[in-house]
């Protein structure tokens, strides 16, 4: 049992230091400015354009669940025209940048995985070092390039969709008054409250596209090791998102002083 439990610490200790130099490596390639700019636009497409649908419907029903759901209670006290702050607020802080991240992460995080799992499997990584292209340079940093340039870009969307259509059930289908709920919602939503979310789904695009990397550049041989490899990309991308935004939410808050 005790052996167990070491080997399972050496192993986390030595996934942790091979993402360390992944992201020495991307560093260095990014500062050196070795971007394949055609790929970069690409992976803005295929992270960004093609992650749009299922963004928009998960913030649109977000934010129609969470307007209802603060209708509800709010209503007992007679508080209905505050609805759409609560709903700003917390697609702005928490829901937006949360739910973005993870259904993205489940989407492109298992396709960056995959598809480099197969590469390393067919040896076309080992064929581009023999080349003498670096596998970071072609790879790596223009996935993540993308994911940090199209997350924010995705978070406001789903922020943006998600509030309006919480105000359209909120006025349209519950008959809170629309010019009260609306000014409620601008006065208690700040600036600092979308900064914040902005700035976790710059973070969390970044996560996505490195653990998925990762998993792919360290897969095992096999059909089963590009399978396993997509499976451990989803999961621990979407459970270092969850533990990050804890942690960011309360350094956001106490650096941009909320």
């Given at each position: 049992m005790h052996l167990s439990a070491n080997k399972r610490a050496t192993y986390a200790l030595a996934e942790l230091g091979q993402i360390a130099l992944l992201i020495r490596d991307v560093g260095a390639s990014a500062l050196t400015f070795k971007i394949s700019w055609r790929d970069l636009l690409y992976q803005i497409y295929f992270i960004g354009v093609k992650s749009q649908t299922v963004v928009l419907v998960t913030g649109a029903f977000t934010g129609m669940v969470l307007g209802a759901q603060t209708y509800f209670q709010f209503h007992k006290v007679k508080m209905d025209t505050a609805t759409l702050a609560v709903v700003g607020v917390s697609l702005c802080d928490e829901l937006g940048p949360v739910l973005t991240a993870l259904m993205v992460a489940g989407r492109v995080g298992a396709a960056i995985a995959a598809e480099i799992g197969t590469m390393r499997v067919t040896e076309q990584i080992d064929a581009l070092r023999t080349l003498a292209t670096h596998p970071v340079d072609y790879l790596v940093v223009p996935r993540i390039g993308a994911?940090?340039?199209?997350?924010?870009?995705?978070?406001?969307?789903?922020?943006?969709?998600?509030?309006?259509?919480?105000?359209?059930?909120?006025?349209?289908?519950?008959?809170?008054?629309?010019?009260?709920?609306?000014?409620?919602?601008?006065?208690?939503?700040?600036?600092?409250?979308?900064?914040?979310?902005?700035?976790?789904?710059?973070?969390?695009?970044?996560?996505?596209?490195?653990?998925?990397?990762?998993?792919?550049?360290?897969?095992?041989?096999?059909?089963?090791?590009?399978?396993?490899?997509?499976?451990?990309?989803?999961?621990?991308?979407?459970?270092?998102?969850?533990?990050?935004?804890?942690?960011?939410?309360?350094?956001?808050?106490?650096?941009?002083?909320?």
């Amino acid at each position: 049992m005790h052996l167990s439990a070491n080997k399972r610490a050496t192993y986390a200790l030595a996934e942790l230091g091979q993402i360390a130099l992944l992201i020495r490596d991307v560093g260095a390639s990014a500062l050196t400015f070795k971007i394949s700019w055609r790929d970069l636009l690409y992976q803005i497409y295929f992270i960004g354009v093609k992650s749009q649908t299922v963004v928009l419907v998960t913030g649109a029903f977000t934010g129609m669940v969470l307007g209802a759901q603060t209708y509800f209670q709010f209503h007992k006290v007679k508080m209905d025209t505050a609805t759409l702050a609560v709903v700003g607020v917390s697609l702005c802080d928490e829901l937006g940048p949360v739910l973005t991240a993870l259904m993205v992460a489940g989407r492109v995080g298992a396709a960056i995985a995959a598809e480099i799992g197969t590469m390393r499997v067919t040896e076309q990584i080992d064929a581009l070092r023999t080349l003498a292209t670096h596998p970071v340079d072609y790879l790596v940093v223009p996935r993540i390039g993308a994911s940090f340039i199209a997350l924010p870009l995705l978070t406001m969307e789903a922020i943006a969709l998600g509030i309006g259509a919480s105000y359209l059930v909120g006025v349209e289908l519950l008959g809170i008054d629309p010019v009260y709920s609306w000014d409620n919602m601008l006065h208690f939503t700040h600036d600092v409250d979308l900064a914040i979310g902005l700035t976790k789904a710059f973070i969390y695009g970044g996560i996505i596209a490195l653990i998925g990397c990762h998993r792919g550049l360290t897969c095992g041989l096999g059909a089963e090791g590009v399978g396993r490899a997509t499976t451990e990309a989803v999961v621990y991308a979407s459970i270092t998102i969850l533990i990050t935004n804890f942690f960011l939410t309360l350094a956001l808050s106490r650096l941009l002083g909320q």
